[in-house]
């Protein structure tokens, strides 16, 4: 039993590793993608996209 308890921790310490690299990999993925922006008007701005963007109830309260 000590060996099973062993052997399904390595496949979890294994699946969880994956799932990090997977993660990590996505977010260098979307830097790629903006430094590819680099030449438009977008990614001139002081901050690479808009948070408040898609919120007109957030705008009109004065928060963005």
Do not use: H, Q
Request: aromatic content about 10%; overall charge positive.
């Amino acid at each position: 039993t000590c060996r099973a308890r062993e052997a399904a921790f390595e496949d979890e310490v294994l699946a969880i590793a994956v799932f990090l690299k997977n993660r990590i990999v996505r977010f260098y993925d979307g830097c790629a993608a903006e430094r590819s922006l680099a030449g438009s008007a977008a990614a001139t701005s002081a901050l690479p996209w808009k948070p408040f963007a898609g919120k007109p109830a957030m705008r009109a309260a004065g928060t963005a």
